[in-house]
């Protein structure tokens, strides 16, 4: 019989992390093997949502190391949900590393990536898991490429694959949160993985190219049931080509960590966003002027903008906020030897499930310790899809698969 695991989910009282209080109170009645508490900042906030839940709850700031050190103790994972991660990602992990604690977040901002992936080492010397990005999209297309990547391999073609590329749908209706993380996204250049030769040796290293050089058309599979692209006779699904460009996406970072987990010598990684042409326009004004964000004024001036916004969606827009992910795979003659495209509902409910999951399998096996890749440690979750079950990709679904 499996143990329980003791799970602290700090920023608890944020959108994304009030969505995973939810799914882990259900979890603890309907499929067990977790004890979650609630943890933030803001007793009062917490202590309503954990009574909603019937939830254990501790209050405490990050400004002292000795009480989050104190905090963590007894618990064997953090997940941190608390935004913007540039501000907590970093010290949370580091207090999970020293009281030997499993860490696992949602993060999407590829900097903090980047620090939070600096702490491998250190980490896989204490025997403790690091597991950033374990939400929807960088998930979902970490799961996507581990699985494709498999395949190939018994296939017996895994070393003819060349190009990784991953595109995903714009979401219909944003928190606060993604609205800030997509602001940190606007730069003057856009993340990329590509092959060279450094000391001698082949490895396929990060590198940069300027905003709106890169752009490529994707299908998204035909128009969805809502009609999100409805033609004159929405009975008459089309399959639309759509133009997306090349983004700041953690995906890039978690495709490349997967890729050399495989053993496959991948030449370039890409990670794409499909937007209409005026928000590709602005997009690339934005990356243009994105020095003048960092001035203190046009700082406050968008964060009262997104303070404006509502916290994120309700219920009734949950329901509507579908998405499609695409994972194309090449060879060395620029022939798709992977073509797939995946369907979801609310990418924020489904963070919360993605996000529970990964903390239950954090640092499980020996083999799953330093830093890894959502993939490493969700296992095969592609395998078997079906809707309306209890499943942690409950929704999903293949709208190509070849």
Not at 25 to 48: C, M, N, P, Y
Not at 58 to 71: E, I, K, M, Y
Not at 322 to 332: G, K, M
Request: hydrophobic share 40%.
């Amino acid at each position: 019989m499996q143990r329980t695991r003791r799970i602290l989910v700090y920023g608890a009282t944020g959108f994304s992390g009030r969505l995973i209080a939810r799914e882990a109170a259900r979890q603890q009645k309907t499929r067990g093997g977790i004890e979650v508490v609630l943890a933030s900042r803001d007793k009062e906030a917490l202590a309503r949502i954990a009574r909603e839940c019937g939830l254990a709850w501790r209050a405490f700031s990050l400004d002292d190391p000795h009480r989050v050190a104190a905090a963590l103790q007894g618990f064997e994972v953090l997940l941190n949900a608390a935004g913007p991660f540039d501000q907590t990602g970093e010290r949370l992990a580091k207090s999970a590393i020293g009281a030997q604690c499993h860490y696992v977040d949602i993060n999407g901002e590829v900097d903090v990536y980047k620090r939070l992936d600096d702490l491998d080492y250190i980490a896989a010397s204490r025997g403790i898991a690091l597991v950033s990005g374990a939400g929807h999209t960088a998930a979902l297309s970490d799961l996507m490429l581990d699985s494709a990547l498999g395949q190939l391999k018994r296939q017996g073609i895994a070393q003819e694959a060349a190009g990784v590329r991953i595109a995903v749908e714009r979401m219909r209706f944003v928190s606060r949160g993604s609205a800030r993380t997509m602001m940190r996204m606007v730069r003057e250049q856009v993340t990329v993985a590509r092959m060279r030769s450094i000391d001698g040796k082949r490895q396929l290293a990060l590198s940069h190219i300027p905003v709106g050089k890169l752009e490529r058309a994707f299908d998204f599979g035909p128009d969805d049931e809502a009609g999100r692209r409805p033609g004159p006779d929405r009975q008459q699904r089309t399959h639309a080509q759509r133009i997306a460009s090349a983004a700041n996406l953690i995906d890039t970072l978690t495709a490349r960590h997967t890729a050399g987990r495989h053993g496959v010598p991948i030449e370039s990684i890409d990670a794409f966003i499909a937007m209409p042409e005026l928000a590709r326009d602005a997009y690339q004004l934005g990356a243009i002027v994105a020095f003048g964000f960092q001035l203190p004024l046009l700082q406050q001036l968008n964060e009262a903008q997104i303070d404006a916004l509502p916290e994120g969606p309700d219920a009734s827009e949950r329901r509507k906020n579908t998405h499609r992910v695409v994972l194309e795979v090449e060879d060395r003659y620029r022939q798709k030897v992977i073509d797939w495209c995946l369907a979801t509902g609310d990418p924020y409910e489904l963070s919360a499930r993605i996000a529970l999951e990964a903390a239950r399998g954090a640092g499980l096996q020996p083999s799953q310790v330093g830093w890894q890749t959502p993939a490493a440690v969700l296992g095969p979750l592609l395998d078997d899809l079906r809707a309306g079950d209890d499943a942690p990709l409950a929704g999903c679904r293949w709208i190509r698969h070849f």
